[in-house]
């Protein structure tokens, strides 16, 4: 069965300091696609990556990177020098192999970062 | 160009009654999906339009929610008789056939049953 697991709940840290959200997924499908996505308190969900099972390569956009691993079924997201504006809850989300071109998600539930002065 | 929108933004309704909450994809992208994210809570699937392919109603909790997309393009989800677990925030997202999935998401409805 497709599911996605992201175990932290909740995460507080320091402005500066660096933090890594976990997300573990599983699936039958051998093609498939892992998304990233931030809800910050304002409430509308901002797409931030979407990766192709065949590009293992990590990612880097300023001071996020992801770091997709297969051998693992991970697909962990880190927030370098973390900033108050960080403060979002986090999705991560699997293409579901049934639902054709446009894809239905699976979505975690979500991790909740608090990014404090 | 101009991304998902949705009306009402914030609505308010007495039990019993019946709401009607409106989204207006993305020109252009086929796919229209309806959620349901109640305080706290991570994303409840409701409902799933592709085209003029019959949609994914697998996640409509009970026969009280219906959906409809007319013309392939602007959906209306509405509540009957409403119940005071029904209060949420119900989003909405569209896609189209070249972003392999990728969501793009309303602001949403809030939605408070008295």
């Known amino acids: 069965a497709q599911k996605v697991t992201q175990a932290q709940t909740e995460i507080s840290v320091v402005e500066k300091e660096d933090v890594t959200l976990d997300c573990v997924y599983e699936?039958?499908?051998?093609?498939?696609?892992l998304f990233w996505y931030k809800q910050p308190p304002s409430g509308e969900l901002v797409f931030l990556i979407r990766?192709?099972?065949?590009d293992e390569q990590n990612e880097i956009s300023g001071r996020y990177s992801w770091n997709f691993q297969k051998s693992t079924s991970s697909f962990n997201f880190t927030i370098t020098a973390s900033q108050v504006v960080d403060s979002a809850v986090y999705f991560c989300?699997?293409?579901?192999?049934?639902?054709?071109?446009?894809?239905?998600?699976?979505w975690g539930l979500g991790t909740s970062l608090a990014v404090n002065p | 160009g101009a991304g998902v929108s949705q009306s009402p933004s914030n609505k308010v309704t007495e039990k019993g009654k019946d709401v009607e909450l409106r989204c207006d994809p993305i020109?252009?992208?086929?796919?229209l999906y309806w959620y349901r994210q109640s305080l706290g809570q991570g994303l409840e699937f409701l409902i799933y339009?592709?085209?003029?392919?019959?949609?994914?109603k697998s996640g409509l909790p009970s026969d009280r929610f219906s959906a409809e997309r007319t013309g392939g393009s602007v959906s209306t989800l509405t509540i009957q008789r409403t119940q005071q677990e029904d209060s949420a925030v119900y989003l909405c997202?569209?896609?189209?056939?070249?972003?392999?999935?990728?969501?793009?998401f309303g602001p949403g409805t809030r939605l408070l049953v008295l």
């Open positions: 997202a569209s896609s189209s056939r070249t972003s392999v999935g990728t969501q793009y």
């Open positions: 020109s252009g992208h086929t796919a």
């Open positions: 339009f592709q085209g003029n392919s019959a949609p994914d």
């Open positions: 699936t039958r499908d051998t093609t498939y696609y």
């Open positions: 990766r192709n099972s065949f």
């Open positions: 989300a699997l293409s579901d192999p049934n639902a054709g071109n446009n894809r239905k998600l699976i």
